[in-house]
């Protein structure tokens, strides 16, 4: 009885870019091997012509040996300068903003290709990434920015991957930049109740009045204050809207000079489009800033811009820079004779003000606009333990509450 057709063991098909052996027309064999994307972005294809089958299956093989070892023709005399040129071109992804992509740029041409941009691509391996790597750290740069740039070349050699123009990503086995002994983190130990307070009181009367109220009291990152216009405020229901965020955009031109631009994106996350509460200090000091923006409409005149709906201002009407806010607001603390925290640092105690208060580690979560729960855990660890400790502590407390009715209970039923 013979064996079903269906049943019948299947010669096994070689994975897609493993290459083919065929015979033409004129009956010679051929091995052909996908040789991946060439300079020009066209796919190229490596071909050896056999006069047996046998000798064009040997003729791939060799083929398939070359590609792993990274030697195929096409791709060989490739630089680092052409992969990231091909990466420009067709590897950033569309949707991503334009701020980040300028960074990625900016990243690849100030680090990246300076060091390693003419070396041949299947010259770099992980030990050259690390050379280079220990090489930034003798120069003095942090690992902060040496994480930067590795994560940069990553993306380029994972786009070459990809593309096939290699093989193997030699970034993601090179070592992972830390921080020295002595390095000292710029993030500022949190304001006590008493430092917030100072705050709020010494800034009010300057023309970073209303910005520190909003980053004190609502924990909104700089670039959700800066990026706040009067229409995004209701003052009939008390309200808040987080729409926008306004970055510094630096252009590189081919001639070395800079053009920086100020631009509005969506919020940082879904989660940071979020409708706020306003108390009656921050519609106070958003009065306050009315009148300031007003006396300083009446000062430029013809000169004020009209089109800006922004907040906060220049003093001809144009929307802040996030640079000359940090500029100002560093001033002022030495004039008001604070303790210098970051701007940043006012979002970081309002959530431990927050948490230190009792207030729910989701509500903290929602007013920051973190995208989960699991980050506002991460970043205030140390704040988050006291929740968990008072968690245990309401445990506690439940269970001595009904552990003596239950004991009485016992006893009057033995009585």
């Known amino acids: 009885m013979g064996v079903k057709p269906e049943l019948k063991a299947r010669k096994p098909r070689r994975a897609n870019g493993d290459g083919s052996v065929y015979q033409d027309k004129q009956g010679r064999w051929i091995a052909s091997l996908d040789a991946g994307i060439g300079i020009d972005g066209k796919r190229k294809r490596a071909t050896r012509v056999r006069k047996t089958r046998q000798e064009a299956s040997q003729a791939l093989r060799q083929m398939q040996v070359k590609k792993q070892d990274n030697r195929l023709k096409s791709n060989e005399r490739q630089t680092l300068n052409d992969l990231f040129q091909q990466w420009q071109t067709y590897g950033i992804p569309e949707g991503i903003r334009e701020t980040t992509k300028q960074e990625y740029l900016y990243l690849s041409k100030r680090y990246v290709l300076p060091a390693l941009g003419h070396k041949r691509v299947i010259d770099i391996t992980t030990q050259v990434v690390d050379s280079w790597l220990v090489g930034m750290h003798q120069m003095g740069y942090s690992a902060i920015t040496r994480r930067k740039a590795r994560q940069n070349m990553n993306m380029i050699f994972k786009f070459g991957v990809k593309r096939r123009f290699i093989i193997v990503n030699p970034v993601s086995d090179s070592m992972m930049p830390k921080n020295d002994a002595n390095y000292v983190t710029q993030v500022r130990e949190s304001l006590s109740l008493e430092e917030w307070l100072k705050y709020l009181s010494g800034f009010k009367e300057t023309n970073l009045d209303t910005f520190v109220h909003i980053g004190a009291l609502l924990g909104l990152r700089r670039g959700e204050i800066i990026g706040l216009n009067w229409s995004d405020i209701d003052f009939k229901s008390n309200h808040l809207f987080v729409r926008h965020s306004a970055r510094e955009l630096t252009k590189h031109r081919q001639d070395g000079s800079t053009e920086t631009t100020l631009v509005l994106n969506d919020p940082k996350t879904k989660h ?45 009407g144009t929307r802040l820079y996030p640079s000359n806010v940090y500029k100002q607001y560093g ?13 940043h640092d006012l979002r970081h105690s309002v959530a431990r003000l927050l948490l230190d208060d009792e207030v729910p580690l989701e509500s903290v979560s929602r007013l920051l606009g973190h995208s989960s729960l699991s980050i506002t855990m991460d970043i205030y660890a140390q704040n988050v333990q006291s929740v968990v400790d008072r968690g245990a502590r309401g445990m506690s407390a439940l269970y001595q509450k009904n552990q003596l009715p239950l004991v009485l209970k016992r006893r009057h039923a033995r009585q």
Do not use: C, H, M
């Open 272 to 316: 940071s489009k979020r409708k706020l509460v306003l108390s009656p200090e921050i519609i106070d000091s958003l009065n306050r800033q009315k009148l300031r923006q007003k006396k300083a409409r009446l000062a430029a005149g013809s000169a004020w811009n009209d089109q800006e709906d922004a907040i906060f201002t220049t003093s001809v």
């Open 331 to 343: 001033k002022l603390i030495k004039v008001l004779g604070l303790r210098y925290v970051r701007i």
